[in-house]
C-alpha cells in the first residue's frame, strides 16, 4: 500500500537574506520538526502546475513529526501562493523575517555577485535586479497575507533579533511552532552563509545556473544535498579578504534609506512594530 506523505504544517515565506539559512539548520537540528532537504521548493509560485502529489513527496520521510516544513523565500511577494496555501493547507504556521531593506538589499547584491549574475557595482546591479528594491518593500505583501491568514498564524520577527540573540531567537521560533525549547548548539550562534566571494566567477555562474535548471525539471532535493556539502563550498568560495570587500556609501545608503522610509513607516503601522525607531528610520540611519 502506497503511504502519502504528510504536507506542511510550517512554511518560511521570506525574505532572503534575512536568516533562512540559519532557520533552514536550526530546523534541521531540531528533533521534533522535519524540514525539505533543500530550501526554496517555489511550489506555490512557481511550479504549482507539478500537482499535490509533487509537492507530498518533497516530504518523504517528515511522517511522526510535530512540524513538518519548508523554506521558499519567494513566497512572501506572491499573492496566488497566499491563496494557493490557504486553499490547501489552511491551518499551516506562516514565518516572516523583515531585515533592515537597505542591508537586506545590499547583501542580495553581495550573494549574486558571488556567483557572478551581476554587476560588481552595485549601482549597476540596482538597475539590473529589480528584486535588490521591491524585495524590501514589506507593506503591501504582508498585508494581503494578514487579510488571508489571522495573524496568530503568521510569526513576524526581526533579522535584528536574530543577530542580537540567536538563542532567544530560536526559543521564540520553537514556541510559535509547539516544539520543546531546547537551546541550540553553538554551532549554530553564528552566521550559515556569511557572505563571500568565488574562486572562479565562470564556475561559479556555471554552478548556479545548473541548480536553477534542476529545480526547474524537479530536483530540488539533489540540489539542497550538493548546497549542504562543505567541501564543495569551500572549493567554490573563500571568505573576502579585508581589503576587498565592497562596501556601501554613505551616499548610496542615504539614497535607498530615502526609498524605502514610507514603507518602513507603513510596515511598522501595520505589524505595531517601531521599525523606523530599530533601523535609525526616525533620525536617520543609525551608524
Known amino acids: 500500500m502506497k503511504t502519502v506523505s504528510p504536507l506542511p504544517n510550517f512554511i518560511y515565506l521570506g525574505p532572503s537574506k534575512a536568516g533562512s539559512s540559519w532557520l533552514f539548520q536550526v530546523l534541521k537540528w531540531h528533533p ?9 521548493l517555489y511550489f506555490f509560485d512557481r511550479f504549482f502546475h507539478r500537482g499535490v502529489d509533487w509537492y507530498s513527496r518533497q516530504f518523504e520521510g517528515a511522517k511522526g513529526y510535530r512540524v513538518v516544513g519548508e523554506i521558499s523565500h519567494d513566497y512572501l511577494f506572491s499573492l496566488k501562493a497566499a ?14 523575517c523583515l531585515r533592515e531593506p537597505v542591508a537586506r538589499a545590499f547583501s542580495a ?7 557572478g549574475l551581476c554587476s560588481p557595482c552595485f ?3 540596482l538597475e539590473e535586479h529589480s528584486s535588490f528594491l521591491a524585495h524590501g518593500m514589506y507593506w503591501s505583501h504582508l498585508r494581503s497575507y494578514l487579510e488571508i491568514f489571522s495573524k496568530s498564524k503568521i510569526h513576524i520577527c526581526l533579522f535584528d533579533s ?7 531567537f530560536s526559543q521564540d521560533v520553537f514556541s510559535f511552532l509547539g516544539v520543546q525549547p531546547l537551546i541550540i548548539p553553538k554551532y549554530l550562534h553564528s552566521k550559515t552563509l556569511p557572505a563571500s566571494t568565488s574562486r572562479s566567477s565562470h564556475l561559479s555562474r556555471l ?13 530540488a532535493r539533489q540540489v539542497g544535498q550538493i548546497k549542504a556539502s562543505r567541501g564543495i563550498q569551500r572549493l567554490l568560495y573563500r571568505s573576502f579578504r579585508p581589503d576587498e570587500r565592497p562596501l556601501l556609501s554613505e551616499v548610496m545608503r542615504a539614497r535607498l534609506t530615502e526609498i524605502f522610509r514610507p514603507d518602513v513607516t507603513a510596515t511598522a503601522e501595520l505589524i505595531g512594530i517601531d521599525l523606523p525607531g530599530i533601523w535609525g528610520y526616525s533620525e536617520g540611519r543609525k551608524s
Open 32 to 40: 521534533e520538526t522535519y524540514i525539505t532537504p533543500a530550501k526554496d
Open 83 to 96: 491563496e494557493r496555501m490557504v486553499n490547501l493547507i489552511p491551518d499551516v504556521r506562516l514565518m516572516v
Open 109 to 115: 547584491f553581495l550573494y549574486l555577485r558571488k556567483h
Open 123 to 125: 549601482e549597476s546591479a
Open 162 to 168: 536574530l543577530e542580537d540573540n540567536p538563542v532567544q
Open 207 to 219: 554552478i548556479k545556473s545548473g541548480a536553477n535548471l534542476a529545480r526547474k525539471w524537479g530536483f
